[in-house]
């Protein structure tokens, strides 16, 4: 199925009200790129075509405590919201992606966000197959909110545990809590990936193997409050004792003022 906060799902402050970042198509303009898709999230929700991805009520999975919940992506204040909450004893996450409105092979994708600062929350910024077939898919921005590592992860061969090879870089980043444009560029040779625009890792086609996947891939989003029980747990941050505390409020939110895709030329 569909994407959802990966068996390595990272930053950033408590829950505050988002303020408009006031960055529009104009400011996503890149020197030798065009830009053939622009969601500044100004209107609603539902006239950005993005769905909520993931069976609303479902259980969040990948060491993730808690239900998918629909009412955790939105959007406010000109941002796309993705949130994770715990209310009534438990906890419950958000996701949306741009599958009903755009996908593309290969090219450059920017995404304007800052995160929260809460212990234990993982977040996903991700490209996943149109057909709903991963491997591939293309983790660019990944790992928990209270930072300071950003994950970059490659998947691809079969959907087997024998057949599924992944290849990952990473990138500390200090200021998980400022916005910032997170990117990644997908050519035959290559994936990069970007912060601010200025590369910081990349996975050749040598590291690979074979030729990076051209499918076409749509964008998604998503959380998770992870958990402190779960095998998982060794691997990465969780939530002290599984329930808000000091260092996890209650509700944390993911902003996104813009995303953008972008060919060459």
């Given amino acids: 199925g569909e994407p959802s906060a990966s068996a390595s799902p990272s930053d950033a402050g408590t829950a505050t009200p988002s303020q408009p970042s006031g960055q529009g198509r104009s400011d ?3 020197n030798g790129w065009s830009i053939d898709y622009f969601e500044g999230f100004d209107a609603s ?8 991805y993931g069976l609303d ?3 969040v999975g990948h060491g993730a405590m808690g239900i998918m919940s629909d009412e955790n992506s939105l959007v406010e204040n000109g941002n796309l919201i993705i949130r994770t909450q715990y209310r009534d004893g438990q906890w419950s996450a958000g996701g949306a992606s741009s599958a009903d409105a755009f996908a593309a092979s290969r090219g450059r994708w920017e995404v304007r966000a800052k995160f929260p600062r809460a212990k234990g ?8 197959p149109e057909d709903q077939k991963a491997p591939p898919e293309i983790d660019f921005v990944e790992g928990r909110f209270h930072g300071p590592p950003v994950v970059g992860t490659y998947h691809w061969g079969d959907a087997t545990p024998e057949g599924h090879m992944r290849k990952q870089v990473s990138l500390d980043n200090p200021d998980m809590g400022g916005w910032h444009t997170y990117g990644v560029i997908v050519e035959d ?33 998503q959380s998770g409050a992870m958990n402190p029980n779960h095998a998982y747990a060794k691997w990465y941050e969780t939530v002290d004792g599984g329930v808000p505390g000091p260092l996890t409020p209650a509700v944390s939110d993911i902003q996104i003022d813009y995303v953008a895709h972008y060919t060459r030329g």
């Fill in 121 to 128: 929350i993982g977040y996903a910024i991700l490209l996943w």
């Fill in 189 to 221: 040779e290559y994936i990069a990936f970007t912060f601010d625009g200025q590369e910081w890792g990349r996975i050749t086609r040598d590291d690979v193997g074979e030729d990076i996947s051209s499918k076409q891939m749509f964008l998604g989003v």
């Fill in 45 to 52: 929700f539902e006239d950005t075509k993005w769905g909520h």
């Fill in 28 to 30: 996503a303009q890149i």
């Fill in 57 to 59: 009520r479902a259980a």
